[in-house]
């Protein structure tokens, strides 16, 4: 994500509403969409902030959402809308705005070669980390808390960060 100036502010998790393609669409359906509607659901750090998120927030779609009594009459829509962070609102239709997307700009909005661009006066990402809250309230020890770290990261597929002067580079542990 960037401001208005091309500068970077960080990582956004995102939903997109694909017009006129059902449920059932194949991936190269998606993949050839002319029109959606995005919404930004929350402002993260880093990209290992957003890939956490995003498997959190698939993992309450999946389960959390489905067995919630609270969420029983609504739609995933309305839920998406109702868990978006700063989310802009239209007071008249009393409804989140999705920003919507067409041709070109929406493949390359999809593709990540062209940044969504946020006011940075509505850039509003947590102080810290999920994670590095958690730890904050719940202590572990360094070598137990760095284990942790890094199972977490790779249930959700994030990469380390490639440091080209560390010294474990070389060593190949297979």
């Known amino acids: 994500m960037v401001d208005n100036d091309k500068q970077p502010l960080g990582w956004g998790l995102f939903a997109v ?3 006129n393609i059902s449920s059932a669409a194949s991936l190269d359906d998606i993949k050839r969409a002319s029109r959606a509607k995005v919404l930004l ?3 993260l750090h880093s990209k290992p902030d ?3 998120a995003k498997h959190g927030f698939e993992h309450f779609m999946e389960t959390e959402r489905l067995d919630d009594p609270d969420y029983a009459y609504m739609s995933d829509t309305e839920v998406v809308e109702g868990v978006a962070v700063n989310a802009e609102w239209d007071d008249e239709t009393e409804r989140v705005i999705w920003q919507e997307f067409s041709g070109i700009d929406l493949q390359d909005f999809l593709s990540g070669t062209t940044p969504y661009v946020c006011p940075r006066k509505k850039w509003k990402p947590g102080e810290k980390p999920l ?3 958690f730890f904050d309230e719940h202590p572990q020890p360094v070598w137990l ?3 942790l770290r890094s199972v977490l990261d790779a249930h959700v597929g994030v990469e380390p960060d490639e440091d080209k002067d560390s010294p474990w580079q070389d060593l190949d542990l297979e």
Do not use: N, V
């Open 145 to 147: 808390e760095d284990q």
């Open 17 to 19: 509403h694909f017009l």
């Open 41 to 43: 659901i929350d402002h």
């Open 50 to 52: 957003a890939q956490m």
């Open 131 to 133: 994670i590095d809250r």
